[in-house]
C-alpha cells in the first residue's frame, strides 16, 4: 500500500479545516464486478470505491463531483441505497486533482471529510486517516480545489 498521501482530515463538528470550492463536472458511476485485494484496478480518470477494506467486493466508480452517492447505480446491490454509507475503500486514479470524500451529501462541510491525492489509494480508514469512524459513512465526493 502506498504511504505517500496528502491528506487533510476535517470535521466540522470538531472546528478543524476548511476546504475550497472544486469545480464541477458530469458524474457517472459503474460497478464492473467483483474484485479483490490489491490486484483490484481503477480506470484512469475516475475516483473508485469498495464496500470492504482492501478493495474487496464489487468496484463502484466515479468522474467528477457527486452530490448524493444514494443515487448512484449499484448493480450488484451490495448497499441498501446505491453506494451511500457502504464505501470501505477508495483509490485516486483521477488524471488532474485530489478527490474529496464526505460523509455527507452535497459535500457539506459540517461532518467528515477527507481528501485523496491523485495516484493514492486507503484501503483502511482506521489504519491510514486513523480515522475507523469514515467507514461506511460516504456520501458525497468533490474534485480539485482551487
Known sequence: MRKKLAVCIGAAVLGLG?????????????????ESG???SCPSGYACFWPGQNFTGN??????????FATLPNSAHSCNAGWEDCISSIRNSGTQCTVYFY?????????RWHSLARGD???????IYHDA???NTISSNKWCSS
Open 38 to 40: 490489491a490486484q483490484a
Open 103 to 111: 460523509s455527507l451529501r452535497n459535500y457539506s462541510k459540517s461532518g
Open 133 to 135: 469512524a469514515f467507514d
Open 18 to 34: 476548511t476546504l475550497p470550492v472544486a469545480q464541477a463536472s458530469a458524474h457517472t458511476a459503474k460497478a464492473p464486478g467483483s
Open 59 to 68: 468496484r463502484g466508480q466515479v468522474a467528477g463531483n457527486n452530490p448524493n
Open 121 to 127: 489509494e486507503v484501503g483502511n480508514f482506521g489504519t
